[in-house]
C-alpha cells in the first residue's frame, strides 16, 4: 500500500486462477466446460464493428434480444462489463450512507465487498440451519435486499411465490435477484418487472452461455430503474462493454438452443456426479445450479480440498464458519467429474 | 429517475455515436481511422483463451510487454477496461472527502464527472489565455493533480521538464499524467516512474492502437500505487479484461512498426489538414494530438459544427465559455479530411 492510498478496502478473492490451465481439471470458479456454439462465434466473426472504432453505446439489438426473451421492452435492458460491474453500479445507484444493504451471511462474497467500497451500512442475515433462505427475513427492510437466486455456494433455490412476497413487502426499497445460475434449473423472475418497479435481475452470459472471458452481464428492471443504472455508467464507464463481446452475445442469444442443450448436458452430469457422490458418503445439497456443495462426513472440507488439488483437481474450499465441510465442486462435462471421482475415490482409500 | 435513486450524478456526455455509421465522416471521437494491424488480429486468432472460462487476472505477459517499452517491471503496469476504467480507479483510490482533485478547466470532461460521483472535493484551474496549462498553477496542492498531456481538446503538449517540475512539487500527492494521445507526436513521462512515486500515468489503445472497440487502458507507477489501484480492481471488477482484448493487446504490442507507421501517417495528416484549413482563414492550434482545435474567424463553432453535420461531417463542438468557438476535428485518412475540406469550402461559400 502506499501512502497516498486513501481507502479502507477488503477486496474480493476469486477462485484461483492458475497460469497453467492444462494441469488442472479446473472445477472452481463455475466456468462451463463447452466453448461458446459455433454459430455464436461465426456471428461475431461476421458482425463485430470496426475494431477502431468505439463500442455502441446503445447495442439496441442485443438488449432488445434479452428483453425478448422475458417480454419485456429494450428499456427494461442494461448491458455491463460481466455482472460483477452491474451489482456494483446497484449497490452505487440504490444505497447511500443512510440506505444500506442486506443479504444472506453465506452467499456471493462480492456483496459485501460492494457494501464496504460504496462506504454503506449492510447487515449479513444468517441462513437457516439447513442453509436455506428464509423469505420472512427479507421483510420490510427499507434497504437494498440482495438474494442470489439459485443462491451461492449452496446451489439452493428460491421459488417464485417467495420472490414475489419478497417484493411485495419491500415496496420501498430495491430487491436485486442476482439469476447468475437460473438457467441450471429454476425460473427466472424476470417477469415480474411488469408488475414491481423495485425489482431488478442481475444475469450474466458467464455461466449458462459459456461466455466467462468475454465479459458480458445484463440487469432487468423497470425503465426508471435501468435508467438509474445507465446514470451510473455514464458516471463511470459509458463504453462499458467491448464490440467483440457484443456480436459473440448477440449470436449467443440467437442461438438459444445450443445453450439449452448444454445447460440440459450439465444437469444430467449434475444428477450423476450427485450420485457417485452419494454412493460414497457425501452429503450433498439439492443444487440448481452447475455446480454443488457436497461434504464428506469423515474428511473436512480444508483436507478434501487440498487432497484433492494435489491430484489436480481444483474445486472451491471456503473457509467460513457453517460452512467450511462444504467444498464447492462445478459441475464440468462427464469426464472432468469421472476425474474427480477418480481422485476422490483415492483420498477415501488413504483416509482408512 | 426512479424514486430508488441516491445519487446525484452529472454523467458524461459522449460524442455523439450515430447507429448507422455509413452517413458520416466520423471524425467527432478521436478514433483512429486505421483497423488494428493484420498481425495483431491473427495473434489474438491464434491465442485467445477459451472463451469459456475467465480471462487471465494477472495477463503477466501482456504487463510485461507494456513494463518493457518504457523500462519497467509488469508490478509497474494496471490493465483496464479502457483508460476510462483506470481514471475512476485512480480518483477511488487517491482521493477522500479530506484529499481533493485539481485539474485544468478546460480538459477531458470526465475528469469532473469521477469527482463528482467519488464525492470529493475538485477545482478546476483556468488555462492560460492561450489556452496551454501553467504548471505552476499546480505546485504544492496537496490533492490529486490530473493533467492530460496532450491536453484535450487543445491538442497542446506539456514537456517533460514542466512536468517534472510538477512532479518535484507535489511529494506528498499523487500526480496523474493521461498520455491518452501521447503517440502522435509528445514524449511519455513513465520513465519517470522510476524517481517519483507520485507519478501514475495512464495510458489506453484506443486511439494509436486503433483498439476503441476493444476497451483496453493501462497505467504506469510505482508497485506500490499500482498495488492500490489492483485492491480497487479486486473491489469494483476483477475480470475487467476479456480475453480476447487481452490477446489482442500483446498482439498489438508485438506489431510496434504498424503502430508507429500509422500514427506517421496520422502525423502527416494533420499537417496536411492543418496547413489546408489556415489557408481558408481557420486558426489551429499548434497539435500533438490526433485531433485539431480550430476555429474560424467569421463561423461561430455551434454553426460550423452544425453546417458540417448537415453535410455528413461529424466533428465536436463543446458549448462551453471561452472554447465555443472552437471545433475539435479528429484526424482520419487523408480521403476522410479532403471531405471535411470540401465541406469546409462549401460552408464558407454559403456564409459569403
Known sequence: ?????????????????????????????????????????????????????????????????????????????????GSDELLYFAFLAFCSAQRGAVFPDISYGFYPVFARLCGIPYREV???????????????????????????????????????????????????????????????????????????????FSKSRSMAGARLGYAYGSAALIGDLETVRYSVNPYNVNSYTLALGLGAVLDGDYTRARCRDIQETRGYTIQMLERRGFAVLPSAANFIFARHPDIPGAALYAALKARGVLVRHFDKPRITDYNRITIGTRAQMDALLAAVDEIVRTER
Open 1 to 81: 500500500m502506499s501512502r497516498y492510498f486513501t481507502r479502507d478496502l477488503r477486496p474480493y478473492v476469486p477462485g484461483e486462477q492458475p497460469e497453467d490451465l492444462s494441469r488442472f481439471v479446473k472445477l472452481n470458479t463455475n466456468e462451463n466446460p463447452y466453448p461458446p456454439s459455433e454459430k455464436a462465434l461465426a456471428y461475431a466473426r461476421e458482425h463485430c464493428r470496426a475494431l477502431n472504432l468505439y463500442s455502441d453505446l446503445s447495442a439496441r439489438e442485443l438488449r432488445a434480444a434479452l428483453a425478448a426473451e422475458v417480454g419485456l421492452e429494450p428499456e427494461n435492458v442494461l448491458l455491463s462489463n
Open 126 to 204: 444468517p441462513l437457516r440451519s439447513d442453509l436455506s433462505i428464509a423469505p420472512e427475513d427479507y421483510f420490510d427492510r427499507h434497504e437494498l435486499v440482495v438474494l442470489a437466486n439459485p443462491n451461492a455456494p449452496t446451489g439452493l433455490l428460491l421459488g417464485p411465490e417467495d420472490i414475489r412476497s419478497i417484493l411485495e413487502r419491500n415496496r420501498d426499497s430495491v430487491v436485486l435477484i442476482d439469476e447468475a445460475y437460473i438457467d441450471f434449473g429454476g425460473l427466472s423472475c424476470a417477469g415480474l418487472v411488469r408488475e414491481y418497479d423495485n425489482l431488478l435481475v442481475a444475469r450474466t
